[in-house]
């Protein structure tokens, strides 16, 4: 089992930035991947960036050369900063793990682009 929790969602003008943070209940680097997804309203969720344990990291080719997700070993977070922000990045962003074999989940964390 395999608790996650995500903070850092609010709103932020375009341009602007946020930092996303989510902490897990076991060891980070014990996880096969860690990544972030996002679902905006009336769409589907879909992949931002993801770290398979030991691999390169992936990311969306909308979030390229903005998003970077980076694993805080000393935290055990997984973060994933967010640069030049646009209306289009207006999501709620979830957290994920896979741990032998399954899918986790944290709440979400609500981002929102405007000016």
């Known amino acids: 089992q395999v608790q996650l929790v995500e903070s850092g969602g609010g709103l932020v003008q375009p341009g602007g930035s946020l930092r996303l943070t989510c902490a897990a209940s076991?060891?980070?680097?014990?996880?096969?991947?860690m990544g972030w997804y996002r679902q905006a309203p009336g769409k589907q969720r879909e992949l931002v960036a993801s770290i398979p344990i030991g691999y390169s990291t992936t990311y969306a080719d909308s979030v390229k050369g903005r998003f970077t997700i980076s694993m805080n070993n000393a935290k055990n977070t997984v973060e994933l900063q967010m640069n030049s922000l646009k209306h289009e990045d207006t999501a709620v962003y979830y957290c994920?793990?896979?741990?032998?074999?399954?899918?986790?989940w944290g709440q979400g964390t609500q981002v929102t682009v405007s000016s």
């Open positions: 076991r060891n980070i680097f014990s996880m096969n991947l």
């Open positions: 994920n793990a896979e741990f032998r074999g399954l899918n986790y």
